[in-house]
């Protein structure tokens, strides 16, 4: 009789362990949301020698000949820092690209990660996006296995929309300024990926 005694108190011993386990786990496993740090000396250093490279390579000689590259460079834009301000063809355009996901404002949270907590929260945010009298473009940072950073430049011509580039870069731009000194040297890679 005292065995079978023992036994149930064990096995109620055993199913509170699982469920502290459990709790525990669960409490402590938060969707993560990161904001990207500024780079370290010994990084930033690192970046100055690829960048040397990247200004005479032959993908950054060949943007300093595309028409559709220097247009861009050439371009006064207006910049605007918040999605909804952004002409909604061309938002329209970019979810359709994205299967429906939403873009973050700059101040908003999105996961730069791969590791999806919470679906709620998207994996694209803003960075500025900027528009003349026919063209558009914006740049956002795209979460996943490497967090990076997407320009696309969009013409528009009698409300149709058609995109010009689609690239990318591992760093996220400060300001239009730099944005375009990046696009010039070639930093920005031709990309299918959005």
Request: hydrophobic fraction near 40%.
């Amino acid at each position: 009789m005292k065995a079978k005694k023992y036994w149930f108190l064990a096995a109620i011993a055993a199913i509170v362990a699982c469920i502290s386990i459990f709790v525990t786990f669960f409490s402590y496993t938060k969707p993560l949301v990161f904001e990207q740090k500024p780079n370290s000396a010994k990084l930033q250093q690192q970046t100055q020698i690829i960048d040397e490279k990247a200004v005479n390579s032959p993908l950054a000689k060949s943007n300093k000949k595309d028409k559709k590259i220097i247009k861009f460079l050439s371009t006064d834009y207006r910049t605007i820092n918040k999605a909804e301000k952004i002409q909604s063809n061309i938002l329209n355009t970019l979810y359709e690209k994205f299967a429906g996901e939403k873009l973050a404002n700059p101040d908003e949270k999105f996961n730069p990660s791969d590791v999806i907590f919470d679906d709620n929260i998207p994996q694209r945010r803003l960075v500025f996006a900027g528009n003349s009298s026919d063209s558009w473009f914006v740049c956002y940072e795209h979460g996943g296995r490497g967090l990076h950073c997407h320009l696309i430049i969009f013409s528009i011509e009698k409300e149709k929309v058609q995109i010009m580039f689609n690239g990318n870069y591992f760093y996220k731009p400060p300001n239009l300024k730099q944005l375009k000194q990046w696009v010039g040297e070639g930093k920005f890679h031709k990309s299918e990926c959005w």
